[in-house]
């Protein structure tokens, strides 16, 4: 910790792998500039406190079910959250108010404020109730964060017409979206969505700021003064916030190391690294397709495949073709969880077959890792065409979960001329990120002096 300036955070993450990762990497860069830290965390997907001794955790009921804590409804898990947790909270949060108030004015630390992720939503009125000003974290690429607001707005104006429109020209209303892609955002129950998002750009209007992780300059150019324009709070960007300490998990899956020394027996830049980060899941006649993908292209691979990954699935070994485990021999390795960063830094590592989640995406930038784009979901979408069509530092599959266009992607990247080019534009891409991060290295986006 640099030298204790009395002040402490309170931090209240959603409880998903995509916003746990973040929202811990933000406490340890504010922790190292001197504040201290209280994590307010649900009992499910609770962070592994003892992983991080330097701060104080205090859990709190979430009201979930078992099967509730099992679905893969994001919106419907986060709106059952906001729910149940919004009591426990308050009480929660207005003790510890309490509990400063009735320290020796040695101990004294002054709580500054509340750091929460957007989607909660009952945080914003409660912490002005109690005159705490509140920071929204946003796991989001800015411009996904910026314009998902008018989805409700497109999805009664335009649906029918982007139905009939040519499927790969640019959305002119969402870009780099093509229409496809903005139909498929757009094509998914509504209802419950619209109202929620209404909710969370009211509470982060109301905010005393917004702190944009694992966004910077160099990624977001294209949104971020407008951003400052719309939300009209003090907006802060910190880069790729897990190249601040490398190598520290806060992950909720155990990882299975053995994959570093199977990739330390790999040539460099020869593996193709699979996984669809913590969320995603596909069919087994797609997990089959994959399977043969990999295994017809002549590339060692390392693939992610969560015991949660396939739907309505039997056991997932059971799931793989017979013939495709026989032929997989050393060429190929499947885990249930890696270290991702600590992969993706790997020297071997030559490609990444990913969702495009954003913290994957920012995490193969980082590392100048090129990657083949499968984006099945909400900003991935957005984030894959910046990837391929943008920066142009990865290929689309389009969506076509096929193993001929599986493997022949990846003989694109890997072994064609195309492949090469990929490869030096995500170099330049990658230097220019690593060079922001240095120079705002010691500022933090002015994140430290501006919440003291
Ligand atoms: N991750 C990991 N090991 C894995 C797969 C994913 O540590 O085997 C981490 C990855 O490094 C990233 C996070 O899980 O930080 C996934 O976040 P992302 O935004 O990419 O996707 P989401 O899970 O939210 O869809």
Redesign the pocket.
Known sequence: MGKSNGLRVILFPLP????I?PMIQLAKILHSRGFSITVIHTRFNAPKASSHPLFTFFEIPDGLSETEATTHDVTLLLMLLNRNCESPFRDCLTKLLQSVDSETEQEKQRITCLIDDSGWVFTQPLAKSLNLPRLVLN?YKVSFFRNHFVLPKLRREMYLALQDSKQDDPAEEFPPLRNKDLLQILDVETEVLDSYSKMILETTKASSGIIFVSSCEELDQDSLSQAREDFKVPIFTIGPS?SYFPGS?S?L?T?DETCIPWLDKQEDKSVIYV??????TISESELVEISWGLGNSDQPFLW?V?VDSVVHGKECVETFPKEFIEKLNERGKI?T?????E?LKHRAIGGFL????????V?SVSEGVPMICLPFQWD?LLNARFVSEVWMVGIHLEGRIERNEIERAITRLFLETEGEAIRERMELLKEKVGRSVKQNGDRCGGLGSDIG
């Open positions: 998903l792998q995509g916003c990762n796991t897990h998990s992950s899956f990882p996984s669809f980060g913590s969320i995603s992610v969560r885990v969880w890696t270290p991702q960063q992969v990913t969702h495009n989640g954003w913290n994957s995406t995490e991935q």
